[in-house]
């Protein structure tokens, strides 16, 4: 199976600060996705990557950007942490199966 | 607009019954469907798929099936485990194998001894 793994699974940061949420996967996967969860919203994609240095939005980038230096990972960055930014953050990624596999999440708050 | 519904937020079963999860779609190019299963504090892991040229799938205790004139897929569990308990999520895409997902907003299923 695909190991996604992200950096932090707890953070707490301050309104306005600079948030990086690391994700790598051991695969060689072309697709790498961020997915934030939200009670009684389910999984909502922010952005996804389909190879090195490329970038797509999702349904909800806004207050977010992506880096993909590398096929292994993929960053997710808040630029100005905002608190309706608290959520749990799951990172994934794909290969051509269509199946998505999840690392186990990065739970922000943003105070 | 929320292209992937599961319209019943919690579902309690007991102990070696049936449980049946639903979930509608409005998209009628999504062409692959998943089920994944989440653990609280935990990434979601995947369960089981179907897609749009079957009707049934079928792992163990596990059947997804899918109606698509009405747009509606539903994953049964039989019999019902309280490992079971958890928080299901409907997934749909559409155009090929590319792994980006609509996911709907999840059903908890409660598993009682």
């Known amino acids: 199976d695909v190991k996604v793994t992200q950096s932090s699974r707890y953070l707490v940061k301050r309104t306005g600060e600079k948030v990086f949420l690391e994700c790598v996967q051991d695969m060689d996967h072309e697709n790498m996705f961020w997915y934030r969860q939200d009670p009684g919203l389910g999984l909502r994609l922010i952005y996804f990557?389909?190879?090195?240095?490329?970038?797509e939005k999702g349904d909800i980038p806004e207050g977010y950007s992506v880096s993909r230096e590398k096929k292994e990972r993929f960053s997710l960055i808040l630029e100005s942490a905002s608190t309706n930014q608290t959520s749990m953050y799951l990172c994934?990624?794909?290969?051509?199966?269509?199946?998505?596999?999840f690392g186990e999440g990065s739970r922000l708050t943003v105070l | 607009d929320q292209q992937v519904k599961q319209n019943s937020p919690s579902l309690s079963v007991q102990e070696g019954r049936i449980s049946i999860l639903n979930c509608d779609y409005t998209n009628s190019m999504f062409d692959y469907f998943l089920w994944y299963k989440k653990y609280p504090a935990e990434g979601p892991t995947f369960l089981i798929s179907i897609s749009s040229i079957k009707d049934k799938n079928e792992d163990g205790r596990f059947t997804v099936f899918l109606n698509k004139s009405a747009k509606h897929l539903s994953l049964h569990i039989v019999p019902s485990q309280p490992g079971d308990s958890a928080v299901y999520f409907c997934a749909a895409s559409a155009g090929g194998n590319t792994g980006k997902l609509i996911f709907g907003q999840g059903t908890t299923l409660q598993v009682k001894p």
């Open positions: 994934g990624a794909s290969g051509n199966t269509g199946e998505l596999f």
């Open positions: 990557s389909y190879d090195v240095k490329m970038k």
